[in-house]
Nanobody, 127 residues
């Protein structure tokens, strides 16, 4: 089992930046693809970004492409989401999760393929 803990959320003005971190409890994190998702009040949890287990491949939702960057440091068991040019519609609770398929060549963009979710971190973007 992998435990995940997000941090780095907060309140920022539109156009600003935040960097989210996702710290994993186990070394096996480095063999799993991982993703970032978000959920706004009254809405379903949606895909934001994902990275392969090596970090060599990354995927983004169209709504964040060009503004957000996902990365990972397997030596630190940590993944990141750099968010630039934030918009009010980015306001949500952000979650990280791992895809529990070791060294999988497939990186899912649907939340149903992910397990071991963190508790989430609130991101609020004011206009």
């Amino acid at each position: 089992q992998v435990q995940l803990a997000e941090s780095g959320g907060g309140l920022v003005q539109a156009g600003g930046s935040l960097r989210l971190s996702c710290a994993a409890s186990r070394r096996t994190f480095e063999t799993y693809a991982m993703g970032w998702f978000r959920q706004a009040p009254g809405q379903e949890r949606e895909f934001v970004a994902a990275t392969s287990w090596s970090g060599g491949n990354t995927y983004y939702a169209d709504s964040v492409k060009g503004r957000f960057t996902i990365s990972r440091d397997n030596a630190k068991n940590t993944a990141y989401l750099q968010m630039n040019s934030l918009k009010p519609e980015d306001t949500a609770v952000y979650y990280c999760a791992v895809q529990p398929a070791p060294q999988s060549a497939y990186v899912a963009t649907t939340r149903y393929a992910y397990d071991y979710w963190g508790q989430g971190t609130q991101v609020t973007v004011s206009s």
